[in-house]
């Protein structure tokens, strides 16, 4: 009988089996021993390493967990409706509240940090979602190939950017720009009243919440964008021809048959994307500002809960009781909450509807 | 007659609209990469590479060094480890929607979903200060792994199901042991997108901030070869974060250096990537597949 390899025909022999035949059967129940170690050495190996995942996330949960429960125990609701972030006194008398130990006249309340975090994800989100959609149908219907690839490229490339990087260019280039030139014109020209007001007042520099909205925005179009135009090469060919053999022009066709035909996994695209701006740290740490407060207007500096959480650290580690570390926990404990309750509502949108590819970049 | 001419209006507007918005989003993109050129070309000089870093003067060589270690390890790591999930997910479990497989991928999508800061403070709090291992290099390659390991995952468990099934057969046909047939037949076949996703996750890695600041700090001196034991090491990110802030101007160009050879990384990285999969797809056209 013929052995796999020889049956095998053009592909290349396995290297643990010796070239030559007749082979004698002692040899060959060593090869087949070997196949069937070989099955059992890729099976064991890809059952741990799935399951990897899962255990880092239950130790993640866990460790934030157990390192915030002192913090969640003092601070109590009150962390929800205050706006502190005052470490105590170094020098004073160390207290005890419900037996946790913190230095005398700490306090801490993240409402405005929790504000930030909500403003910066829903503006970009609101201002990400129209130009995602923009670019989707530019690159899938209206744009030849060789206009399309690339100009979809730079946008993955725009993906792939660290965020560092585009918060030095933000803070730097962009911001300035910004509060020089545009800024001042939207504040001249919004009217006096409620909600409008709120784009109204002191520009500042351009270090703050609208300038780190607006690069978020750069961040998660290229996710919406990409999931976007995925969906759109879906629909079928059909609908969309019958509608232009109905006379619509492609305007009408777009926004009649293709993007109903998929807006739940744009929902689903969005919610994926909010989830990535909620959780975005460096770049808002260099462009927000960082001030404790809900910003007054939206040209003022702020904060988010992510971007606390990497600028107190220095301060946090002067408290020797570890209290402040501990409520650091408790806030990225919360951000970790917020962040994958988002994420988990857009996976199911998005499962929902289609099996789509991911887009470039984490959280997609 | 009215409502056509709203017709027309509503075309003309959606049109101008759609080009608008690739405007919108193409010009900054263009305009970040310029500009971080723009910024670091004019006081550039190629020693910055290799001249060790010291407080105002020095080059980027071991904030570089340590990009690139962490890289390597990041490569290492969460490849095997994505890899080999990505498998388990695509071919090797029983069932794909039901059963364990779907609570490990769902548990997966969790946490490429968690804030980076995030599992930057779970390995400060657990392994920097927990298992008193110190700011150093296994922290915060451990953290890093974790972060990408969901998306390697991912793009191999796609790749792999991208392979026709008629491969599998062909190959189970001629009597390969699946191991064999993974090995040679399926895995080659799905070899250039799972490539293209470890590529992405590295540039990833490469770009990431937050989570490197709570597990590696920040040091001068150039990784010094051990693990863990507080030997914190510089690395890229940490150098634009902070160094353009600084009051001295060779800092100041430090930093931009540090961003422009950044990008110079990730474009390599995703450029090739992009290369890997143009290429795949012209093969698969000329063979008619």
């Known amino acids: 009988m013929t052995t796999a390899e020889g049956a095998a025909g053009g592909l290349p022999a396995a290297p643990d089996a010796a070239p030559q035949a007749p082979r004698p059967p002692a040899l060959r129940r060593v090869v087949g021993a070997l196949r069937t170690g070989e099955t059992g050495a890729w099976k064991w190996s890809a059952r741990v390493a799935v399951v990897l995942p899962a255990v880092a996330l239950a130790f993640a949960v866990t460790v934030l967990a157990v390192k915030a429960y002192p913090a969640i125990e003092v601070n109590g609701w009150h962390f929800f409706t205050g706006s502190s972030y005052k470490i105590g006194s170094a020098y004073a008398q160390t207290v005890r509240t419900d037996g946790v130990a913190h230095p005398e006249g700490s306090s801490y309340g993240v409402l405005a940090l929790l504000v930030g975090t909500l403003q910066t994800g829903f503006i970009a989100v609101l201002v990400a979602l129209p130009i995602s959609i923009g670019c989707a149908f530019a690159l899938t219907e ?223 | 007659m009215r409502t056509a001419g709203r017709r027309k209006v509503f075309t003309v507007l959606f049109r101008v609209g759609t080009y608008l918005a690739l405007g919108i989003v193409i010009t900054p993109a263009v305009w970040v990469l310029v500009g971080v050129v723009a910024k670091a070309a004019p006081g550039w000089q190629w020693n910055v590479l290799w001249t060790p870093l010291v407080s105002n003067t020095g080059g980027i060589e071991g904030p570089l060094i340590g990009t690139l270690i962490l890289m390597a390890g990041v490569l290492l790591i969460a490849g095997t480890i994505g890899v080999l999930a990505g498998i388990h997910l695509a071919e090797l479990s029983k069932s794909v929607d039901r059963g364990p497989s779907s609570w490990l991928r769902m548990a997966s999508d969790v946490l490429s979903g968690f804030p980076s800061i995030v599992l930057g403070y779970v390995g400060y709090v657990a392994l920097v200060v927990g298992l008193h291992w110190g700011y150093s290099l296994l922290p915060a390659l451990l953290i890093l792994s974790i972060m990408v390991v969901p998306y390697i995952a991912k793009s191999t468990e796609t790749a792999l199901r991208q392979v026709p099934s008629s491969y599998r057969e062909g190959a189970e046909a001629l009597g390969m042991s699946t191991g064999f047939s993974l090995r040679r037949v399926v895995l080659k076949s799905a070899a250039p997108g799972i490539v293209t996703g470890i590529l992405i996750a590295l540039a990833i890695s490469a770009g990431e901030t937050a989570p490197l600041i709570y597990t590696a700090n920040f040091s001068q001196t150039t990784w010094t070869g051990s693990f863990i034991g507080g030997h914190e090491f510089g690395y890229l990110t940490y150098m634009v974060f902070t160094y353009w802030d600084e009051p001295f101007k060779h800092d100041v160009q430090l930093s931009y250096d540090a961003a422009m050879v950044l990008v110079a990384i990730v474009l390599i990285l995703l450029v090739s990537a992009r290369i890997i999969v143009a290429r795949t797809q012209r093969h698969a056209e000329s063979r008619g597949g």
């Open chain 1, 142 to 364: 209206r744009l030849h190939p060789w206009l399309s690839r690339p100009l979809g490229f730079t946008i993955e490339l725009l993906a792939g950017i660290p965020s560092v990087v585009l918060g030095l260019w933000g803070v730097l280039t962009f911001g300035p720009f910004l509060a020089k030139h545009v800024y001042p014109a939207i504040a001249h020209v919004m009217p006096n009243v409620a909600f409008f007001d709120w784009f109204k007042g002191t520009v500042g520099h351009g270090e703050g919440l609208l300038t780190g909205s607006l690069v978020l925005v750069l961040m998660i179009v290229p996710i919406i964008t990409a999931t976007t135009a995925d969906l759109f090469r879906q629909v079928p060919p059909l609908p969309k021809e019958g509608g232009e053999a109905l006379g619509m022009t492609d305007a009408e066709v777009a926004s009649r048959i293709t993007i109903p035909w998929v807006r739940s996994g744009i929902v689903g695209a969005t919610a994926l994307g909010l989830g990535r701006a909620i959780g975005e740290t460096i770049a808002i740490a260099m462009i927000s500002g960082s001030i404790l407060h809900i910003a007054p207007n939206i040209y003022s500096p702020m904060s988010t809960i992510a971007a606390a959480i990497v600028t107190q650290l220095s301060s946090s580690l002067t408290d020797a009781t570890g209290f402040a570390t501990a409520t650091l926990a408790e806030m990225a404990l919360i951000l970790a909450v917020i962040s994958v309750g988002v994420n988990l509502v857009a996976r199911w949108i998005v499962h929902r509807t289609s099996r789509i590819g991911g887009a470039v970049g984490r959280g997609a």
